[in-house]
């Protein structure tokens, strides 16, 4: 099987940024998605294809990869942005479709 | 405005069969490019895929649970439908079913994301 992995926390105070990563074998040649989940909330969509931020996520919220590595920006964190952050994407074939495990952000 | 949202029993007993129907709106499954897809989440744990079904019947499942999944899906109802078989307390979770988008390139799709998702239905999975 394969696997994306995540540190399972992260810590910030308000207004510093927050870098989230993901690692996985196959992100030099697979998308990397992630999701935001506020507690009791299904996921939503923060960033698709590496580094596109769709319409009504804040413009705060920013992504790249490179290698083997993706990772997730926070710049400036919110107090609102606390909630459990997952990465996704598949294996080089497509026939497994994974999510990370989870990175809690805290700001406080 | 896409929504789904899922519907299915709260309790089901070991090695019952457990059917959940994701009824959607805001775009067709008749229409190219679309699918549905089912996500679990147990209590405290990351999401785990697992199943998917295109425009046109194409189906995927999660290897490790292939044997237990079936999805449908019944465009004149705007539903899919996902079946899973020999339920264990381990599968206790809520399951989601989303949206899912594509960017396809000279007919190959070269990337794929679930948004948005349904709320969510808690299954608890006890005798």
């Known amino acids: 099987s394969y696997e994306l992995t995540q540190p399972p926390s992260v810590s910030v105070s308000p207004g510093q940024t927050a870098r989230i990563t993901c690692s996985g074998d196959?992100?030099?040649?697979?998308?990397v998605y992630w999701y935001q989940q506020k507690s009791g909330q299904a996921p939503v969509l923060v960033i698709h294809?590496?580094?596109k931020r769709p319409s009504g996520i804040p413009e705060r919220f920013s992504g790249s990869s490179s290698g083997t590595l993706a990772t997730l920006t926070i710049s400036g964190a919110q107090v609102e942005d606390e909630a459990d952050y997952y990465c996704?994407?598949?294996?080089?074939?497509?026939?497994?479709?994974?999510f990370g495990g989870g990175t809690k952000l805290t700001v406080l | 405005q896409i929504t789904l949202k899922e519907s299915g029993p709260t309790l089901v007993k070991p090695k019952q069969t457990l059917t959940l129907t994701c009824s959607f709106s805001?775009?067709?499954?008749?229409?190219?490019?679309?699918?549905v897809g089912w996500i679990r989440q147990s209590p405290g744990k990351a999401p785990e895929w697992l199943a998917l079904?295109?425009?046109?019947?194409?189906?995927r499942y999660s290897p490790s649970l292939k044997s237990r999944l079936t999805i449908t899906k019944d465009t004149s109802k705007n539903q899919v439908v996902l079946t899973m078989t020999n339920m264990d307390p381990v599968d206790t979770a809520t399951y989601y079913c989303?949206?899912?988008?594509?960017?396809?390139?000279?007919?190959?799709?070269?990337?794929?994301?679930?948004?948005?998702w349904g709320q969510g239905t808690l299954v608890t999975v006890s005798s």
């Open positions: 294809e590496d580094s």
């Open positions: 805001g775009f067709s499954l008749n229409t190219t490019e679309v699918a």
């Open positions: 996704y994407s598949t294996d080089t074939n497509g026939n497994h479709k994974v």
């Open positions: 989303a949206h899912k988008n594509f960017v396809i390139v000279r007919g190959v799709i070269i990337s794929g994301w679930f948004d948005p």
């Open positions: 079904i295109y425009w046109d019947d194409d189906k």
């Open positions: 196959a992100l030099p040649k697979k998308y």
